[in-house]
């Protein structure tokens, strides 16, 4: 299984993002998505999930409002949509496949795309 995440860059305060998530290896609808970051000296946080479908989505808190996730099982590819960046949101953005809600399960990880949000 792999999901290669790419779309990280640098943008400056308030601008937009989009990250994107490529997975293969897997049956792709069958699996929840979802989206990860991890900042400097800090523990990994939940950004984003959505369902096997589209129809359910999933968000932190602080990212309500501001981010959206979305897929397309046809292309087997997520996306995180980032819009009125901050610098807090500068980390490492990494995709995974499970479960998200509730259970929160999650069974693959990629490997991570940086974003950096200047002042």
């Known amino acids: 299984v792999q999901l290669q995440a790419s779309g990280g860059g640098l943008v400056q305060a308030g601008g937009s993002l989009r990250l994107s998530c490529a997975a293969s290896g897997l049956t792709f609808s069958n699996y929840g998505m979802g989206w990860f970051r991890q900042a400097p000296g800090k523990e990994r946080e939940f950004v984003a999930g959505v369902n096997w479908s589209g129809s359910s989505t999933y968000y932190a808190d602080s990212m309500k409002g501001r981010f959206t996730i979305s897929r397309d099982n046809a292309k087997n590819t997520v996306y995180l949509q980032m819009n009125s960046l901050k610098p807090e949101d500068t980390a490492v953005y990494f995709c995974?496949?499970?479960?998200?809600?509730?259970?929160?399960?999650?069974?693959?990880w990629g490997q991570g795309t940086l974003v950096t949000v200047s002042s």
């Open positions: 995974a496949a499970g479960t998200p809600g509730i259970s929160n399960n999650w069974q693959y």
